[in-house]
Structure formats: C-alpha cells, structure tokens
C-alpha cells in the first residue's frame, strides 16, 4: 500500500507507528539505559528523548492534516452566495486531494448558483413581461373605455351632478396614467426600442417627474454595444438604484453616470442624501443587484457614508463573458 494514495486514517497510523517503531529501535540498539532510581542524567535522556519524538510526529503529521485544518478554516468563513477563497496544495497525499475536492465543490456550487439565477431572473423577466403585456391589453384598455364612457355621460347627466362626475373621469384618468407608469417599469419599451442610453434617460425624468430628487444624467462618447443581456442588468440596477434613492435616501440629488472605464462600461448612481454607515445586511434589492451583475460577469460595488450619500458602481465588461 503507497502512502500517498492511502487514506488520512491510515495515513496517521503509518505516521505514528513509524515514530514509535524508530524510538523503540533507538532504546534497543543504543547503550542509553535507565536505573531502577532514575538519576538526573538519565531523566534528561528521557525528555530530549520524547521531545524529538514529539517534534517528529508533529512535523510528519502537519504535512498530512495542515490541509484538513486549511479546509476546515475556509469552511467556517465561507458564506452562502458570498466569494469564497480557493486553497493551493501540490502533490497527491490525502490532504491536498482533500484541497483540491474542496476547491471543486466551490466551482460545481457557484457554477450552479449562477445558472440557477440565471433561470429565475429569465423567469422573472418572462413574468414582468407578460403582466406588462396585460396591464396594457386589457387595464388599460378596460380604464379606456370608462373613460370614453364617462365623457358621453357628461351631455346626459343632470348639471348638478356634472362636477362630481369629472372628479370620477379624472379619477379614472390618473388610473390609467398609473397602469402606464408601472408597464413601462415592468417591461421598459424604451429600451427594445431606442437603446439603453435613451432608456436610462427616460428612467431619470421619470424619477425627477414624480416628485423624486433632480437626476443629472452623463453618458460618454463611443461607449461600446452590450448584449441585450448586459443592456438589460444596466437598466434593471440603475432602475433599482433610484428606487432605493426615492425610498430611503432623503437626497436631493443624484448623478447617474454611464462610462468606459477600460475594458468595463461602469454605471454609477451617486446620490447626497443621509447615507448608511457599512456593513448593512443586504436587502433583497442589493442582493438582486449583485445576482444580475453576476450573470453577464459583472460586479456591484455599495460605498456609504454617514451624511455624505451613496455610491451604487455597476461594473460589465465588454468582451464575452467567461463561464
């Protein structure tokens, strides 16, 4: 049986019994003896003697159990969707397989965790589709002919009653308006049809045209062509990011940029308002964030101050993405 190809088990006992087998040989061919008083000369034989035999087993055991210990440590630091570091181990003793299993089960998990996002955002985009569709088709179709009916009504109700009648038109028209707004955030018309700069330009007047803070929109010259994929995680985390603004950052103002920053194209989302003070357990926005960047080999980086604001930065690259 080869050492290097046995198992951890085995390998301890082999180690351990090859150091006892050497200071048993040591006591029966050397001339150390001891007295049936054991003198001092013979007590420091002893010791000298067990603290090599210490120090031998540890130096042999540390080359076979160092790994476990490494993979034990990564283990219990490892968070559940969060980066975990890979472990380095050459030859081919039990530890280093047991590294190198470990580094394979991180890769099989995040291989999996990426295309498991991947099919619940597609599923999440088919489903924001198909109630746009509807909200469209049939609401808005439905507040459509209320509306229509409403103005008929006006040449054939009393006077007296004309007046809150307009109160319930304008009250129908307001809810039209409102089943426009939320199909056109559901399913983004503007960016199938026009392009993601004009798109993130539709969501900033937007944001500022219901009662949001005042966006300054930059776009710089010759940015490169995403995938519809890519265009798509830039929108969904800009329009994310402004949410998160309107909602909780009191700021009145916020500076969306979108740029080249070597091989990346970086959207930014700098607001003034109150700030938070790091870490923050992220919420299921920031966690969506960082999914979608995910997808199309992207990042997501969050910075905040207390007061001074915050800085959502969205990195994509614009080569292929890597698998």
């Known amino acids: 049986m080869q050492l290097t190809n046995s198992s ?38 002893l010791v000298v003697g067990l603290g090599l035999v210490l120090v031998l087993n540890a130096v042999l055991l540390r080359s076979a159990l160092g790994p476990v210990d490494r993979v034990i440590r990564a283990m219990a630091t490892a968070q559940l ?12 003793s039990a530890g280093a397989r047991l590294v190198r299993s470990y580094d394979a089960m991180l890769d099989r998990l995040d291989a999996e965790r990426r295309s ?17 569709q509807e909200l469209h088709d049939q609401v808005g179709q439905s507040l459509t002919v209320v509306l229509l009916g409403l103005k008929k009504l006006e040449s054939l109700v009393p006077p007296e009653a004309r007046d809150e009648l307009k109160m319930l038109r304008e009250s129908a028209r307001e809810g039209l308006d409102d089943v426009r707004r939320v199909a056109r955030e559901l399913r983004p018309g503007v960016l199938e049809d026009l392009g993601l700069q004009p798109a993130l330009a539709a969501l900033a007047t937007d944001v500022s045209a219901r009662g949001g803070p005042t966006v300054r929109r930059t776009f710089g010259p010759g940015l490169p062509g995403l995938s519809a994929e890519a265009e798509t995680v830039v929108y969904r985390v800009a329009q994310e990011a402004l ?81």
């Open 116 to 132: 498991s996002n991947a099919r619940a955002l597609a599923a999440q985009e088919a489903e924001r589709h198909r109630v746009a």
């Open 8 to 45: 951890l088990y085995w390998k301890v006992c082999l180690i351990n019994g090859a150091v006892l087998l050497a200071g048993t040989l040591v006591l029966v061919f050397s001339p150390a003896s001891v007295s049936r008083r054991v003198v001092v000369s013979e007590a420091v034989v």
């Open 81 to 92: 969707g969060g980066p975990a570091p890979r472990l380095e181990a050459a030859g081919d």
């Open 243 to 323: 949410t998160n603004v309107v909602r909780h950052a009191a700021a009145s103002r916020v500076d969306l940029s979108l740029l080249q920053v070597g091989g990346c194209v970086v959207l930014e989302v700098v607001d003034d308002g109150q700030g938070f003070t790091p870490p923050v357990v992220a919420g299921a926005g920031l966690e969506g964030m960082r999914d979608r960047a995910t997808l199309v080999g992207g990042s997501v980086e969050v910075s905040s101050q207390p007061g001074k604001g915050t800085t959502v930065r969205l990195s994509v690259p614009t080569g292929p993405v890597v698998s």
